[in-house]
C-alpha cells in the first residue's frame, strides 16, 4: 500500500485519508433494463467502466486501499478487479491489451461488503466503520468522476489533514436544479487554508431543497471526506428525505456540535453519469478527445449531424457541456 500517511502540511496528530469507500449498491433503475444483469458502475466509457475511471481518481491521490459497498447482483464490480489468467495467456501476443487487463488488478486493493438493504446514502456508509475504523476516508459516489488532469481528491485529503473536519466538494448549479442535490450555505474560509484551492466554510446544509427553499447554488459533488467520528452521527440520525437516512443529515448533525465543515468549490470538469443524458454526453466528450479515436470519431459526429459541418459539431460539443452545468461537464 502507498505511504500516504505521512503528511508534512498536516496538523501534528492528524494523518492524510488512505482508505476510499465507494457505495454501490443502488438499482440503477434509470438504466433498465440494462442494470438488470449489468451493474450501472460497469457501464462503459468507451472501453472502460465507469468504476475503473472512479478507482483510478483515488489511486491518482495515493489511495490504494478501497472497499466497495455492494447488493445483490453487483459481483461482477469485484470481477473486474481481479485475476484473469486465462485472459492473461490468451493475450501474451498482445501486449499493450495485456497491459490494460493487468493494469485494473494493479489500481487498488479492493475490499467488499454487502449492503442488505438501500435506506440511504448515509445508510451505505455507515457499513464501512468495520473496515475504515476511527481513521478518516473519501467516499466516492460510484456515478461521477473528474478529468484526471483536472484533480479534486488530492486538495480535499489536504483540507481534511489539517482541519479534522468534514470536507465536502461542490459545483455550481443551475437555481432550477436544485432539488437534484444537497445544497449548502457557506461563508468564507479561514485565511489559513487559501494555499489549497478555493475553499468555503460550510454554515449549513440541506438535503434536494425546492428553488425557493436552497440557500444557495453550490451543490455537493460526490466526493467526500469524512472524520470516523461520522459513523456515530450516522447512527443518531433519523431517516429524511425519501424515507432514508441521509449521509448529508449526518454530516449537518457534527456541524452543529462543533465539528468543523468546509469545502472546496470545483472549477474544473465534472463526467455524471447518473442519469442517460449524462452517461451519453460523459461516453461522447470523452471519446471525442481520446488520441486514439478522437479525431476520427469528432469527423464521423460532424457527419452525422450536419454532412460534415464540424461547426455544428462545436455547437453540439459545447450544448452537451452546457446541459450538464458549463465546464463542471
Request: aromatic letters at 6%; glycine letters at 8%.
Amino acid at each position: 500500500m502507498s505511504e500516504h500517511s505521512a503528511n508534512p502540511s498536516a496538523t501534528p496528530g492528524r494523518s492524510r485519508a488512505v482508505k476510499a469507500v465507494i457505495p454501490a449498491a443502488g438499482l440503477a433503475t434509470r438504466f433498465l433494463p440494462a442494470t438488470k444483469a449489468v451493474p450501472k458502475e460497469l457501464l462503459p466509457v468507451v472501453d472502460r467502466p465507469v468504476l475503473q475511471y472512479i478507482v483510478e481518481e483515488a489511486t491518482q491521490a495515493g489511495i490504494t486501499d478501497v472497499l466497495l459497498i455492494t447488493g445483490r447482483g453487483k459481483t461482477s464490480m469485484v470481477d473486474h478487479f481481479d485475476r484473469r489468467p486465462d485472459l492473461e495467456e490468451r493475450l501474451a501476443k498482445k501486449p499493450e491489451l495485456l497491459a490494460a487487463v493487468k493494469r485494473t488488478e494493479e489500481l487498488a486493493a479492493i475490499y467488499t461488503c454487502r449492503q442488505p438493504e438501500q435506506l440511504g446514502l448515509g445508510h451505505a456508509v455507515g457499513f464501512a466503520e468495520s473496515h475504515v475504523g476511527d481513521d478518516a476516508f473519501a467516499v466516492l459516489l460510484g456515478d461521477e468522476f473528474v478529468k484526471p488532469s483536472e484533480p479534486l481528491l488530492p486538495a480535499m485529503l489536504e483540507l481534511q489533514a489539517r482541519t479534522g473536519g468534514v470536507v465536502l466538494a461542490f459545483f455550481e448549479v443551475d437555481p432550477a436544479e436544485t432539488s437534484r442535490y444537497g445544497i449548502a450555505s457557506v461563508e468564507p474560509a479561514e485565511s489559513e487554508y487559501a494555499d489549497i484551492a478555493e475553499v468555503v466554510k460550510v454554515t449549513g446544509m440541506v438535503e434536494k431543497p425546492s428553488p425557493e427553499e436552497a440557500p444557495s447554488n453550490l451543490a455537493v459533488l460526490g466526493r467526500y471526506v469524512l472524520p470516523g467520528r461520522i459513523f456515530d452521527a450516522i447512527r443518531r440520525t433519523k431517516p429524511g428525505s425519501g424515507g432514508e437516512i441521509q449521509l448529508t443529515d449526518a454530516m449537518e448533525l457534527l456541524r452543529t456540535e462543533g465539528v468543523p465543515v468546509h469545502a472546496i468549490v470545483y472549477r474544473g470538469t465534472r463526467y455524471d453519469t447518473g442519469m442517460p443524458l449524462g452517461y451519453l454526453q460523459t461516453v461522447v466528450q470523452i471519446a471525442a478527445e481520446r488520441d486514439d479515436l478522437g479525431a476520427e470519431f469528432r469527423k464521423w459526429l460532424a457527419e452525422f449531424v450536419n454532412k460534415g459541418d464540424e461547426t455544428v459539431t462545436d455547437a453540439v460539443l459545447n450544448g452537451l457541456r452546457d446541459a450538464s452545468g458549463g465546464a463542471n461537464t
